[in-house]
């Protein structure tokens, strides 16, 4: 009896060991890394070498995939990360891009949700709508671009800046060219006056034009190009 779990002992013995002798021999450094996804503003280079960090020191088994794939995702451009291991000694990954629709406070973009990344040493596609705002407030910007550019496609007229203030005012810029003091209140009512003074005179004059100042209780003042004053249409002073 004594000589059976003498037996049996030295079974579990041999196995564990063996068990961790296996271990030890699948459990090597990680040698490859892929690649894959749909990229079109990244190349696999740039994020193989963003990648490269995350791994050293890393090996086969013991790397944990889950947090490997979160310090992944904190790379600019990538949106969503999965990470699996291939016999044997290499990891996949499989990288879903990023999407910008606008340029972010000067040194960011925004993806469609609203929500801002770092570009890093990539650059984003020409021709974005350059967007700023305070922190947090990507989603609420976006959305009034949105608003924005179909009120002004009935012009003809594109808003390729729009800026929130820090104190709730707003400003936005046509074409690269006229920009649009807005400012807090009665927005609606504003952007009317506006529309019905452009499609009256101030279309035409476009060009001329440095700034509009729609912060008034009645009508526009209009700031040209080589002049220091304003010019009011139907204003009574503003604020």
């Known amino acids: 009896m004594r000589s059976s779990w003498l037996g049996v002992v030295l079974l579990v013995v041999l196995l564990g060991a063996g068990g961790r002798a296996l271990w030890l021999w699948l459990d090597r450094p990680i040698e490859r890394v892929s690649v894959g996804g749909e990229l079109h503003h990244v190349s696999a ?3 193989r ?6 791994l050293r020191g890393q090996t086969w088994l013991s790397v944990d995939l889950g947090e490997l794939r979160e310090q992944a995702r904190d790379i600019g451009w990538l949106a969503e990360v999965s990470v699996a291991r291939e016999w044997p000694n290499a990891l996949s990954f499989e990288l879903v891009e990023q999407r910008p629709v606008a340029r972010w406070n000067d040194d960011s973009l925004l993806n ?4 801002s990344f770092e570009s890093g040493p990539v650059a984003p596609p020409p021709g974005l709508p350059d967007l700023a705002g305070p922190p947090n407030s990507g989603k609420e910007v976006l959305d009034y671009l949105d608003t924005l550019q179909v009120r002004f496609e009935t012009l003809g007229v594109e808003v390729t800046q729009l800026r929130l203030e820090a104190r709730g005012a707003w400003r936005l810029q046509l074409d690269d060219s006229v920009w649009i003091m807005l400012g807090r209140n009665d927005r609606d009512a504003r952007l009317a006056r506006l529309m019905a003074a452009w499609q009256r005179q101030l279309g035409s004059q476009a060009s001329q034009i440095r700034y509009i100042d729609l912060r008034y209780p009645n009508g526009v003042a209009v700031a040209w190009h080589g002049e220091t004053d304003t010019e009011s249409l139907n204003g009574n002073g503003g604020s």
């Open 49 to 54: 070498e963003a990648l490269s960090p995350l």
């Open 112 to 115: 469609s949700a609203g929500i």
């Open 45 to 47: 280079s740039y994020l």
